[in-house]
């Protein structure tokens, strides 16, 4: 075999394998959106689905002269250091309740998870926070208390379907000891505490 037959050779087996790489890959993708649907599937009744009931929580130490976790997209965020991590099960945060580890200044918090809504309709809710915060729900912005220095109380209305909604907020706290931030929703004539997160 000539030299120019090896390296037909060569490239046969090395364009296989690139065939079979990217088949093993796209294989990967279509198990994980398998895996995912079955998993929103099977979602159907409360707390189904292996799901835990309350909403992740994340404390950081933020650098307080940027401006960058103003942003109002809830995935950009420049975060200097993770302090905590845990589970809440509502956003109902003040200094009287925070892990040991929180930020005394300069501190922000995410909080994710999924509301179960029992039915279709219309939900009253109020965002109330001493300084910024932000609530998205299935990824839009559904509220945000903008005003840096200021108690601020944002009631809104959101339209939704039954089943499980994702629910995002961000809070940024320049002093840990006048922090506060709370979600609420109209629950039979009274704003009460959204206690319905599940993880």
């Known amino acids: 075999m000539d030299d120019s037959g090896v390296a037909d050779a060569f490239y046969t087996v090395l364009s296989i394998g690139i065939v079979l790489v990217a088949a093993l890959a796209v294989s990967g993708v279509v198990l994980s959106a398998t895996v995912e649907q079955g998993r929103d599937a099977s979602m159907a009744g409360l707390g189904a689905g292996g799901m835990k009931e309350g909403l992740y929580s994340f404390y950081y130490a933020v650098d307080g002269s940027r401006s960058d976790y103003l942003s109002g997209d809830p995935d950009d965020i420049v975060l200097k250091r993770l302090a905590s991590e845990g589970a809440d099960e ?92 709370s979600l609420s929703w109209n629950q039979g004539g009274r704003m009460v505490p959204v206690r319905s997160f599940y993880r």
């Open 90 to 181: 509502a956003i109902a945060f003040n200094a009287s309740a925070v892990p040991p580890s929180a930020p005394g200044t300069a501190g922000a918090i995410i909080w994710s998870g999924y509301v179960y809504v029992p039915s279709d309709g219309s939900y009253a809710f109020e965002l109330s926070s001493a300084g910024q915060a932000w609530l998205w729900v299935d990824g839009d912005v559904a509220a945000a208390n903008r005003l840096p220095a200021a108690v601020q109380v944002n009631p809104f209305t959101l339209q939704l379907s039954n089943g499980y909604h994702s629910f995002k907020a961000k809070y940024f706290y320049p002093e840990l000891r006048s922090a506060s931030c």
